[in-house]
Protein backbone atom coordinates (compact mmCIF):
# COMPACT_ATOMS: atom_id res chain seq x y z
CA UNK A 1 0.00 0.00 0.00
CA UNK A 2 1.58 3.11 -0.95
CA UNK A 3 0.11 6.97 0.25
CA UNK A 4 -0.89 6.98 -3.51
CA UNK A 5 -3.50 3.93 -3.44
CA UNK A 6 -4.45 2.51 -0.56
CA UNK A 7 -5.45 -0.34 0.68
CA UNK A 8 -8.69 -1.97 -1.21
CA UNK A 9 -8.13 -0.01 -4.74
CA UNK A 10 -9.32 3.15 -3.86
CA UNK A 11 -8.27 6.07 -5.91
CA UNK A 12 -7.49 9.62 -4.71
CA UNK A 13 -6.89 12.87 -6.27
CA UNK A 14 -3.16 12.93 -7.86
CA UNK A 15 -2.42 15.56 -5.33
CA UNK A 16 -3.37 13.46 -2.19
CA UNK A 17 -1.52 11.63 0.08
CA UNK A 18 -2.24 9.96 2.99
CA UNK A 19 0.21 9.66 6.17
CA UNK A 20 0.23 9.39 9.68
CA UNK A 21 -0.62 12.98 11.53
CA UNK A 22 1.77 14.74 13.43
CA UNK A 23 1.44 17.22 16.78
CA UNK A 24 2.61 20.24 14.01
CA UNK A 25 -0.62 19.17 12.85
CA UNK A 26 -2.91 19.73 15.61
CA UNK A 27 -4.41 23.28 14.23
CA UNK A 28 -5.62 22.05 11.29
CA UNK A 29 -7.10 19.00 12.69
CA UNK A 30 -8.91 21.00 15.24
CA UNK A 31 -10.29 22.94 12.87
CA UNK A 32 -11.14 20.45 10.69
CA UNK A 33 -13.30 18.68 14.27
CA UNK A 34 -14.91 22.39 13.93
CA UNK A 35 -16.14 21.57 10.71
CA UNK A 36 -17.59 18.11 11.30
CA UNK A 37 -18.79 18.99 15.38
CA UNK A 38 -20.81 21.90 13.64
CA UNK A 39 -23.05 19.53 11.73
CA UNK A 40 -23.78 16.93 14.46
CA UNK A 41 -26.24 17.55 16.96
CA UNK A 42 -24.46 15.66 20.00
CA UNK A 43 -21.28 17.17 19.94
CA UNK A 44 -20.12 20.86 20.40
CA UNK A 45 -17.20 22.79 19.03
CA UNK A 46 -14.97 23.35 21.96
CA UNK A 47 -11.25 23.96 20.45
CA UNK A 48 -9.55 22.76 23.63
CA UNK A 49 -11.25 19.55 24.78
CA UNK A 50 -10.49 18.84 20.58
CA UNK A 51 -7.18 19.74 21.01
CA UNK A 52 -6.44 17.78 24.23
CA UNK A 53 -8.20 14.59 22.74
CA UNK A 54 -5.94 15.02 19.37
CA UNK A 55 -3.27 15.05 21.65
CA UNK A 56 -4.26 12.12 23.30
CA UNK A 57 -4.58 10.29 20.18
CA UNK A 58 -1.23 11.29 18.95
CA UNK A 59 0.52 10.56 22.36
CA UNK A 60 -0.29 7.00 21.86
CA UNK A 61 -0.63 6.47 18.46
CA UNK A 62 1.14 3.15 16.91
CA UNK A 63 -0.26 -0.02 18.91
CA UNK A 64 -3.89 0.94 20.06
CA UNK A 65 -4.56 4.12 18.33
CA UNK A 66 -4.17 5.79 15.12
CA UNK A 67 -4.56 9.42 12.95
CA UNK A 68 -3.98 9.34 9.23
CA UNK A 69 -4.20 13.29 7.60
CA UNK A 70 -4.70 13.18 3.75
CA UNK A 71 -2.52 16.15 2.90
CA UNK A 72 -3.10 18.01 -0.77
CA UNK A 73 -0.28 20.79 -2.11
CA UNK A 74 1.08 20.62 1.24
CA UNK A 75 -1.98 21.06 3.45
CA UNK A 76 -3.85 18.83 5.61
CA UNK A 77 -7.31 18.49 4.01
CA UNK A 78 -8.73 15.76 5.79
CA UNK A 79 -8.27 13.19 8.78
CA UNK A 80 -9.57 10.14 10.23
CA UNK A 81 -8.65 8.32 13.85
CA UNK A 82 -9.36 5.37 14.92
CA UNK A 83 -8.95 3.40 18.01
CA UNK A 84 -8.82 -0.93 19.41
CA UNK A 85 -11.43 -1.88 21.61
CA UNK A 86 -11.62 -5.51 22.92
CA UNK A 87 -14.98 -7.37 21.44
CA UNK A 88 -15.90 -9.54 23.54
CA UNK A 89 -18.65 -10.74 20.79
CA UNK A 90 -16.04 -10.84 18.34
CA UNK A 91 -13.59 -12.46 20.93
CA UNK A 92 -11.17 -10.55 19.08
CA UNK A 93 -10.02 -6.63 18.69
CA UNK A 94 -12.57 -4.43 17.00
CA UNK A 95 -11.73 -0.61 15.49
CA UNK A 96 -13.63 2.31 16.32
CA UNK A 97 -13.46 4.84 14.03
CA UNK A 98 -13.57 7.86 16.42
CA UNK A 99 -13.16 10.91 13.70
CA UNK A 100 -13.75 11.38 9.98
CA UNK A 101 -13.75 14.71 7.89
CA UNK A 102 -12.71 16.23 4.59
CA UNK A 103 -12.76 20.08 4.37
CA UNK A 104 -16.11 20.91 2.47
CA UNK A 105 -14.22 22.06 -0.47
CA UNK A 106 -12.75 18.72 -1.26
CA UNK A 107 -15.47 16.23 -0.17
CA UNK A 108 -16.95 13.49 -3.17
CA UNK A 109 -13.63 13.30 -4.98
CA UNK A 110 -12.60 10.14 -3.27
CA UNK A 111 -10.36 11.47 0.28
CA UNK A 112 -12.85 9.95 2.74
CA UNK A 113 -13.37 6.43 1.05
CA UNK A 114 -9.36 6.48 0.79
CA UNK A 115 -8.81 7.61 5.04
CA UNK A 116 -11.31 4.24 5.99
CA UNK A 117 -9.64 2.10 3.61
CA UNK A 118 -6.54 3.19 5.61
CA UNK A 119 -7.95 3.01 9.24
CA UNK A 120 -9.32 -0.94 8.05
CA UNK A 121 -5.68 -1.70 6.70
CA UNK A 122 -4.54 0.29 10.35
CA UNK A 123 -7.62 -2.00 12.03
CA UNK A 124 -6.74 -5.49 10.34
CA UNK A 125 -2.56 -5.30 10.67
CA UNK A 126 -3.37 -4.86 14.54
CA UNK A 127 -5.35 -7.74 14.95
CA UNK A 128 -8.84 -6.16 14.55
CA UNK A 129 -11.86 -8.53 12.97
CA UNK A 130 -14.57 -5.43 12.91
CA UNK A 131 -15.01 -1.75 12.11
CA UNK A 132 -17.59 0.07 13.68
CA UNK A 133 -18.51 3.69 13.65
CA UNK A 134 -21.31 6.39 15.44
CA UNK A 135 -22.68 8.58 12.40
CA UNK A 136 -25.40 11.70 13.09
CA UNK A 137 -28.60 9.55 11.97
CA UNK A 138 -29.41 13.36 10.88
CA UNK A 139 -26.64 13.82 8.93
CA UNK A 140 -28.04 12.05 5.49
CA UNK A 141 -25.11 12.83 3.22
CA UNK A 142 -22.82 10.99 6.06
CA UNK A 143 -25.34 8.01 5.73
CA UNK A 144 -25.01 8.03 2.57
CA UNK A 145 -21.32 8.04 2.48
CA UNK A 146 -20.71 5.16 4.61
CA UNK A 147 -23.39 3.39 3.06
CA UNK A 148 -21.56 3.65 -0.33
CA UNK A 149 -18.57 2.76 1.01
CA UNK A 150 -20.03 -0.84 2.70
CA UNK A 151 -20.81 -0.20 6.19
CA UNK A 152 -24.37 -1.35 7.23
CA UNK A 153 -26.66 0.19 9.90
CA UNK A 154 -27.14 -2.14 12.77
CA UNK A 155 -30.32 -2.66 15.29
CA UNK A 156 -27.71 -1.09 18.45
CA UNK A 157 -28.75 2.39 19.38
CA UNK A 158 -25.78 4.39 21.25
CA UNK A 159 -26.72 5.72 25.05
CA UNK A 160 -24.18 7.81 26.41
CA UNK A 161 -23.95 9.33 30.02
CA UNK A 162 -21.40 12.09 30.19
CA UNK A 163 -21.99 14.00 33.90
CA UNK A 164 -19.07 11.91 35.11
CA UNK A 165 -16.67 14.22 37.01
CA UNK A 166 -13.57 14.94 35.40
CA UNK A 167 -10.08 13.48 37.06
Excluded at 55 to 81: F, I, N, P, W, Y
Excluded at 139 to 161: E, H, M, S, V
Aim: with cysteine; proline share 3%; charged share 20%.
Amino acid sequence: MTAREPAGGTSIPRDVTIRNARHADLETLVALLDELFSIEADFAVDGHRQHRGLSLMLDGCGKHRCVKVAEAQGRVVAMGTAQLVVSTAEGAFSALVEDLVVTERLRGQGIGAALLATLAAWAVQHGATRLQLLADGQNRPALDFYRKNGWLPTQLICLRKSDLPEG
